[in-house]
């Protein structure tokens, strides 16, 4: 549990950084997600936030790490990926090709399943259609650049 200046110290940054307002049942969280850094303890959290304070860019992303859910998988709720690939089709019919905008992907399960979903909708391997994916966080998104999942991601 975070105590009452390191959980303010927390809530500047991410307010700033990406836009999340931390309110008092969030104060376990980071405490929690710590671990996922490798942060032992109060003392290297301190120093993570003094980094964070400076502005010194390993620590803003790890501040980012630490503040966001990173929680996803494959074909997360079923029906959007269809509906998605309904508009898709929609639109390709309409312009001759899609774009979908996978916002705030995490590590990449979701474009992956918006991509497998085009090609069942469009009955192609080749779709007219693209995923564009973005995310604040650049570590998450290195992941989902490799595009290497195990088995517990639910493909
Ligand atoms: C719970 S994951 C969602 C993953 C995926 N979209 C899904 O539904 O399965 C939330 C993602 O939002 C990202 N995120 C949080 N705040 C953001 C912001 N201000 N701009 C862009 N991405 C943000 C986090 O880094 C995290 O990867």
Do not use: W
């Amino acid at each position: 549990m975070l105590t009452n200046e390191q959980f303010d110290r927390t809530r500047r940054p991410a307010l700033r950084l990406a836009g999340i307002e931390l309110v008092e049942h969030h104060r376990e969280l980071p405490g929690r997600r710590r671990r996922r850094l490798g942060l032992c303890d109060a003392a290297e959290l301190d120093a993570l936030l003094g980094a964070a304070e400076a502005g010194t860019s390993d620590a803003t992303g790890q501040m980012l790490c630490l503040l966001t859910t990173k929680f996803t998988g494959f074909f997360r709720h079923p029906r959007h990926f269809e509906v998605a690939s309904g508009h898709a089709l929609r639109a390709a019919r309409r312009h001759g090709q899609a774009r979908l905008c996978s916002a705030a992907t995490a590590t990449g399960e979701e474009p992956c399943s918006l991509a497998m979903a085009l090609i069942e909708g469009f009955g192609r391997n080749d779709p007219p259609a693209s995923v564009v994916a973005t995310d604040i966080d650049a570590a998450a998104l290195a992941v989902a650049k490799r595009g290497e999942y195990g088995a517990a991601a639910g493909a």
